[in-house]
């Protein structure tokens, strides 16, 4: 267990629990898994050479190999073909999942250009929380002389929490700066 991990379970929790009205510890919301995804699809038409490059970028990112995906479909408007990759695809659970959430937190959102906190209207109303980074080059491990374009990131944080407001209140309490939201 990492210290994070350790700083969640010994003092976010219990606070939490208070916080929720809840009687036991076991129904406070917890990470379940975060959901790297990557969309390649146009980056893949014009420099299909430079794949490794980014998934070994992806790899230093997130700590993971990750998976391709595939179009399932020929869409002649776009230019894809049925069975060209499309993306790639991380899905980090245990520890890996809590050392990307709090570098998440501590330095890659800091590092992004003009920000102003999440939002937090971007809950799915089932207690999971995704944002979207337009440049991947904000993580640290990242190596841009590689790099002929930078990529955008999408990242998915589901946590066991019912409603949203219970994430909300959950992700806060870990550290995530949510904006208020002006009406």
């Known amino acids: 267990m990492n210290t994070y991990h350790q700083h969640i379970v010994n003092?976010?929790?219990?606070?939490?629990?208070k916080e929720l009205g809840l009687s036991n510890v076991f129904q406070v919301p917890q990470l379940r898994e975060?959901?790297?995804?990557?969309?390649?699809?146009?980056?893949?038409?014009?420099?299909?050479?430079?794949?490794?490059?980014?998934?070994?970028?992806?790899?230093?990112?997130t700590g993971q190999l990750p998976v391709?995906?595939?179009?399932?479909?020929?869409i002649s408007n776009f230019k894809i073909r049925a069975g060209m990759i499309n993306g790639l695809k991380v899905t980090l659970r245990g520890n890996r999942m809590y050392d990307f959430v709090n570098k998440l937190i501590n330095v890659v959102l800091p590092r992004v250009r003009d920000f102003r906190?999440?939002?937090?209207?971007?809950?799915?109303?089932?207690?999971?929380?995704?944002?979207?980074?337009?440049?991947?080059?904000?993580?640290?491990?990242?190596?841009?002389?590689?790099?002929?374009?930078?990529?955008?990131i999408?990242?998915?944080?589901?946590?066991?929490?019912?409603?949203?407001?219970?994430a909300e209140k959950f992700?806060?309490?870990?550290?995530?700066?949510?904006?208020?939201?002006?009406s």
């Open 11 to 17: 003092k976010v929790r219990p606070a939490l629990q």
């Open 34 to 61: 975060v959901i790297v995804n990557i969309g390649i699809g146009s980056y893949m038409k014009t420099n299909a050479k430079d794949l490794p490059l980014v998934i070994e970028n992806i790899k230093l990112i």
């Open 68 to 74: 391709t995906t595939l179009s399932k479909k020929a």
């Open 117 to 152: 906190g999440l939002s937090p209207r971007a809950f799915d109303g089932h207690g999971n929380y995704s944002l979207g980074l337009k440049e991947h080059t904000v993580f640290p491990e990242a190596r841009i002389a590689d790099e002929i374009r930078s990529f955008g």
């Open 154 to 166: 999408q990242v998915t944080i589901v946590t066991t929490a019912k409603t949203n407001q219970e």
């Open 171 to 182: 992700l806060r309490a870990l550290g995530f700066p949510f904006r208020a939201i002006s």
